[in-house]
């Protein structure tokens, strides 16, 4: 399995978890605040992933057209 499948995956398992989680508050949407607080960070840590992992794949890219 490369990388490439791997990166598919996770994204595929992040996206189960992200839909059960927001069904999950869906049913216990009277704590409002909380919800929209742990929402907000788990898109801001998507962001940051995908922004971590665009920076790796550049300078892996950089790596490969010095060899």
Do not use: H, P, Q, W
């Not at 189960?16 to 929402?39: D, H, P």
């Not at 998507?46 to 790596?63: A, D, M, P, Q, R």
């Amino acid at each position: 399995m490369n990388e490439r499948d791997k990166l598919t995956y996770t994204m595929i398992y992040l996206n189960a978890f992200l839909a059960c989680f927001l069904l999950i508050s869906l049913i216990f949407s009277f704590n409002k605040t909380f919800t929209n607080v742990v929402i907000y960070a788990i898109v801001i840590l998507i962001f940051v992933f995908g922004f971590k992992y665009k920076l790796s794949k550049k300078n892996n890219n950089k790596s490969n057209g010095n060899e």
